[in-house]
């Protein structure tokens, strides 16, 4: 994977300086990641909020910039855009467009150190989980959006041992009243 020089990022903000890394019990704090699909063609970005553990995916069928922003754009619509507060990520090329959704959603991104996924360690767990259902080396080209939703319906409505056995779609839910 190739990373973003971090001069072409203008004003990176940095996760861990001080008082940036918001603490789980806080809501509204994402982390997000692509994982990349056989031949690095096709790739699934993920994004999950730190406090609830829900999860949204979409397929990509190019992880271009322009294709990567435009669709975390679509993904922080509606009720989510109204809880959503920063993001986490990595410094991959993918998100080299960072001023489009930072305007477009009002989303405040923090970028993770190179080589340093224990910084998004939600977010790495979720990958983690996604690849229960999409070892590594899977062909995501044949992948639907159903198909895809299906996962992401299947994560979130899995109770969790951290959420005290509450699912992350019940967790998030309580966040929209």
Request: charged share 25%; with cysteine; aromatic share 8%.
């Amino acid at each position: 994977m190739s990373y973003t020089d971090p001069s072409s990022i203008a004003n990176p903000r940095r996760v861990y300086f001080p008082g940036v890394r918001p603490d789980r019990a806080v809501p509204g704090h994402w982390e997000g990641d692509l994982i990349i699909g056989q031949g690095g063609t096709t790739a699934l970005v993920t994004c999950v909020e730190r406090s609830t553990r829900y999860t949204m995916i979409r397929k990509l069928d190019v992880h271009d910039s322009a294709t990567t922003v435009d669709k975390l754009i679509e993904m922080f619509t509606g009720k989510i855009r109204n809880i959503t507060k920063t993001l986490a990520w990595d410094q991959g090329v993918e998100l080299a467009q960072v001023d489009k959704l930072s305007i477009a959603r009002g989303l405040a991104v923090y970028f993770c150190d190179p080589h340093s996924p224990w910084q998004r360690p939600t977010n790495e767990n979720t990958n983690g989980l996604v690849r229960d259902f999409l070892p590594e080396g899977s062909d995501f080209s044949a992948l639907t959006d159903k198909d895809v939703q299906h996962i992401q319906d299947l994560l979130n409505g899995r109770p969790r041992k951290v959420l005290n056995w509450y699912k992350p779609e019940e967790k998030i839910q309580e966040l929209f009243k």
